[in-house]
């Protein structure tokens, strides 16, 4: 501006103290379309070729994230780019843990088309930002709160309700407090500032809330919840969407499941609608016998609703007569609704139409349900991996407003299609059940899956169309295959509770396909016996099986550790 400005040299750790006040708000709209966001670092260490990485919540997504990663070069510096059409907090992750996963740095504000700089000194220690959003990103480095944790789920378990509720308030209440005496103390931070440590506090609260449905009893939960929801609301903040995206996802999944089932909409209800909605077209079909087990599954239900979690769990599920009806529903549905692709669709439109009605009621901010509306159908995309029906399709630019949203949604619709019609070229992967459809033992139908590789090192994969984590993992395999390649080796996927339609989309959307690849897709009640038999650990569970046909104990390395992986199945082949 052609005047003198007296300037000095940074020493501090951080960024002082800006000079004088901002009360500027985010930018909270979601562009038309993606605007290329970059963030140039240097760092100034000894080490050189060290990873960074943006790490930000995937779009309209409960579990996935989106990562991009690079590598410093000789001078220190190094580029990160991505697509970005609204305001994210995202990580910053410099470097790695030793068991390969990223490790976090610090947090960070991005708006689309920005381009911020960092200054990343190791030896000085000194961390500095530049660019068009640097106030509020340095302000995150600088000026940090050691909150009070909430109670654990598994602390929560054994505590009232009342003692939950007033535990989780006081930690809200000092978390917020402790924000409130930071900024008195540095008085020219930022609205910004401000508003992303009340907020994301107060999101925190009602998603610690919402998860106490999976605790206390649902009787006392449906009681509750109104009350709480309306001292606080809960389903709408003054942030940016994407700025508590983890936490509001979470919220609103949980508020949908419990608005569901307040309505009604429970599993044996759902069953029942489509035995009898006349779109259905009569394509399924409940004999008096499964009407009779269905009822006695409702009266099973409602006494559960009076237990907490736990003791519902073992009600349902340990007490042999409660079992029987339960595995009869489960099988059912799996035969009759998951492994019939127009049955399922019905459901799925269904679904998706209820859920928007509750959004449409709910007090929330019309960009929160937007976002949400479009996350309720990305959600049924990668549940059950089978293209929309037609009648979602075409009511998408009614009821999501946003263009950007809409081309995510038909984007990976379009994909399901395109996978949908895509013909096998390699060998079926997808084994016939046939061979194993009269056993029941767990054992047996281990071994007899396992037969035809003895011999070989099987590498097994217990997975769900349904699991993001699992998906996850899944893009690493073809770097996987291609560091095992030339070893005799076989990949075994057992996936659970899954349409063959959806198993057969994702084996084409990953590749998972070759001589030395086996996929199995049982039976619910084959399935869970199975898991039991090989030790489930969770979605996805991983084992290495020797020449032999032994499941070797402990964990597995997953498909993102291949040099991990390797070095096991070598140990195994010596």
């Known amino acids: 501006d052609g005047k003198k400005h007296k300037t000095e040299t940074l020493t501090s750790r951080y960024l002082p103290d800006y000079p004088v006040k901002d009360e500027t708000t985010f930018f909270d709209d979601i562009l038309d379309e993606a605007q290329q966001t970059t963030i140039r670092i240097l760092h100034i260490s000894k ?6 990485g943006v790490n930000i919540s995937k779009p309209l997504s409960l579990h996935g994230e989106t990562e991009s990663v690079q590598i410093t070069d000789s001078t220190g510096r190094t580029e990160i780019t991505l697509p970005l059409a609204y305001t994210v907090k995202a990580l910053l992750t410099k470097g790695r843990h030793k068991n390969g996963r990223l490790s976090y740095f610090t947090n960070m504000i991005l708006r689309p088309g920005t381009k911020t ?68 103390s540095h008085p020219t931070l930022s609205a910004k500032w401000k508003s992303l440590q009340s907020e994301d506090e107060r999101m925190r609260y009602s998603h610690c809330l919402f998860q106490q449905q999976y605790n206390w ?64 077209g009569k394509r399924l079909k409940m004999s008096a016998a499964d009407r009779k087990m269905f009822a ?51 459901m799925i439109a269904e679904d998706i139409k209820r ?109 769900g169309t349904w699991c993001s984590p699992c998906k996850k993992e899944m893009k690493n395999v073809p770097a996987l295959k291609e560091t095992l390649k030339g070893m005799d080796v076989v990949f075994l996927y057992l996936c659970n509770g899954s349409s063959d339609e959806s198993l057969k989309n994702n084996i084409k959307q990953f590749g998972l396909t070759g001589k030395n690849v086996v996929h199995y897709n049982l039976p619910a009640s084959q399935q869970a016996a199975l898991e039991k038999y090989i030790g489930l650990e969770g979605y996805p569970t991983y084992k290495l099986i020797d020449r032999n046909g032994r499941i070797m104990p402990g964990r597995c390395p997953r498909p993102s550790q291949p040099d991990m992986v390797k070095t096991a199945i070598e140990q195994l082949q010596e």
């Open 117 to 184: 700089l960092l200054l990343v000194d190791d030896i000085n220690k000194r961390m500095y930002a530049m660019g068009c959003d640097s106030r509020i990103i340095n302000e995150l480095f600088a000026v940090r709160i050691n909150t009070k944790h909430y109670p654990s789920f598994d602390k929560a378990a054994v505590m009232s309700a009342e003692e939950y509720i007033a535990s989780s308030k006081k930690a809200m209440s000092e978390n917020i407090g402790m924000a409130d005496s930071i900024a008195l």
């Open 217 to 280: 009893s649902k009787e006392d939960f449906k009681k509750l919840m109104p009350k709480l929801m309306a001292e606080t609301n809960m389903l709408s903040t003054a942030l940016p969407y994407h700025t508590t995206s983890d936490n509001l996802n979470f919220i609103f999944n949980d508020y949908l499941t419990f608005e569901k089932e307040r309505s009604g909409w429970t599993f044996p209800n759902v069953v029942r609608w489509l035995a009898e909605a006349p779109e259905n």
């Open 355 to 463: 859920e928007w009605a509750i959004m449409d009621a709910c007090n929330t901010t019309a960009t929160i349900r937007d976002v949400q509306k479009a996350t309720i159908v990305n959600k049924m995309i990668e549940t059950y991996g089978i293209s929309l029906p037609k009648d979602i399709v075409a009511s998408l630019p009614n009821e999501i407003h946003s263009k950007y949203l809409r081309k995510l949604l038909t984007d990976a619709n379009q994909k399901l299609i395109d996978y949908e019609q895509k013909t096998e070229t390699e060998q079926p992967a997808l084994q016939d059940n046939r061979p194993v459809e009269s056993m029941t033992d767990g054992r047996e139908i281990f071994e007899k899956i396992i037969a035809p590789y003895k011999g070989k090192v099987i590498y097994l994969d217990v997975w």
């Open 47 to 52: 080490k050189k070729g060290v990873e960074f």
């Open 296 to 346: 006695t599954y409702d009266s099973i239900a409602k006494v559960a609703e009076k237990l907490r979690n736990e003791e519902a769990a073992r009600y349902m599920y340990e007490d042999d007569a409660n079992k029987a009806v339960v595995k009869y529903c489960s099988n059912f549905y799996n035969a009759n609704i998951q492994k019939k692709p127009d049955v399922m669709r019905l």
